[in-house]
């Protein structure tokens, strides 16, 4: 089993920069896919960005040049930094992670870009 915890969101205004990190903890033993969702509400959950044990990247078109995804195998432990954020941006962040043909998520950290 594993548990996903998020840090770092907060209110931004826009502009400005936040890192999230989700740390995942746990009988884990292999690298795991982690990524981060988002969701505002009326709004269906999307992927945001998501990294590979082996480093690959894919972000959703709106936050590339913006975002960056990256992580600390060792810790298990994956980052967001989120630059030249946007009210747009605003949502609730999810952790996620895939591991032994199993979907993990964390309970969300919130992101405010004022306006």
């Known amino acids: 089993q594993v548990q996903l915890v998020e840090s770092g969101g907060g209110l931004v205004q826009p502009g400005e920069s936040l890192r999230l990190s989700c740390a995942a903890s746990g009988s884990i033993f292999s690298i795991i896919t982690m990524g981060w969702y988002r969701q505002n509400p009326g709004k269906q959950r999307e992927l945001v960005a998501r990294?590979?044990?082996?480093?690959?990247?894919v972000y959703v078109d709106s936050v590339k040049g913006r975002f960056t995804i990256s992580r600390d195998n060792a810790k298990n432990t994956v980052f967001l930094q989120m630059n030249s954020l946007k009210p747009e941006d605003t949502a609730v962040y999810y952790c996620?992670?895939?591991?032994?043909?199993?979907?993990?998520w964390g309970q969300g950290t919130q992101v405010t870009v004022s306006s």
């Open positions: 990294i590979t044990g082996g480093g690959t990247r």
């Open positions: 996620y992670a895939f591991w032994q043909a199993t979907d993990y």
